[in-house]
């Protein structure tokens, strides 16, 4: 298996409510990351985990709240959000966090209404 | 502060018409430089990693290659399947943080 899984593909959430996005791995990589992407421009990087534990956070809001439950999971829970938090959520995985490409998952649409 | 740079940000081609994506860097010191292919809507998809000076990697229609301030993404004969975003990523020895260009839109025209 040569692929990182998430889920759901779309997602319409109101500005009050709390949801979740999931994405899984099963290539034993020890390394996860969530990445925001606007469009027409670059993936902007949120979180890594490394091993199961935060490594990087770059000075995401907290109404974003990354959870690494194992080696295979990773979650970004969203609470309270704004409309321009709109954006494709990316999620990807690693060998290990130095100096390996990323294998990413088709990305979940997030449209914040 | 780490930089990447890359140009042009669209490129139009007739089928058959060969040509380079340009990638410049600045970084304190280079862990890795990857590029990467996105559809409309997709997830990137990693096509190479280069790692020193000199170094090449080639796949079907593309080959990369690394200087110590720049990377081309060189396109042979280019096929309108070839057309998407190519994306240019670096992460330096001073973090774990991967940076991403901005990013050249190729258009292949047949």
């Known amino acids: 298996d040569t692929e990182v899984t998430q889920t759901p593909k779309h997602l319409v959430m109101g500005m009050t409510n709390k949801k979740s996005l999931k994405c899984e791995q099963h290539m034993g990589h020890r390394a996860m990351y969530w990445y925001k992407q606007k469009a027409k421009k670059p993936p902007e990087l949120m979180f890594v985990?490394?091993?199961?534990?935060?490594?990087i956070n770059e000075s995401v809001p907290s109404r974003f709240s990354p959870e690494c439950p194992n080696s295979s999971l990773l979650n970004l829970h969203l609470h309270a959000l704004q409309p321009e938090d709109s954006a494709l959520y990316l999620c990807a995985s690693s060998q290990n966090r130095d100096g390996y490409g990323y294998t990413f998952g088709s990305g979940t649409r997030l449209t914040v209404v | 502060e780490d930089q990447v740079t890359q140009s042009p940000e669209a490129l139009r081609l007739q089928e058959g018409e060969s040509s380079s994506l340009n990638c410049s860097y600045t970084v304190s010191g280079l862990r890795g430089l990857f590029w990467y292919r996105q559809d409309p809507g997709k997830g990137p998809e990693f096509l190479f990693t280069l790692y020193s000076a000199g170094e090449e990697k080639e796949k079907e229609r593309l080959k990369a290659t690394l200087t110590k301030k720049e990377s081309f993404l060189h396109i042979t004969a280019p096929k309108p399947e070839d057309s998407a975003t190519y994306l240019c990523?670096?992460?330096?020895?001073?973090?774990?943080?991967?940076?991403f260009g901005a990013g050249t839109r190729l258009f292949v025209k047949a």
């Open positions: 990523a670096v992460q330096s020895t001073g973090g774990f943080k991967t940076i």
């Open positions: 985990y490394s091993y199961e534990k935060l490594s």
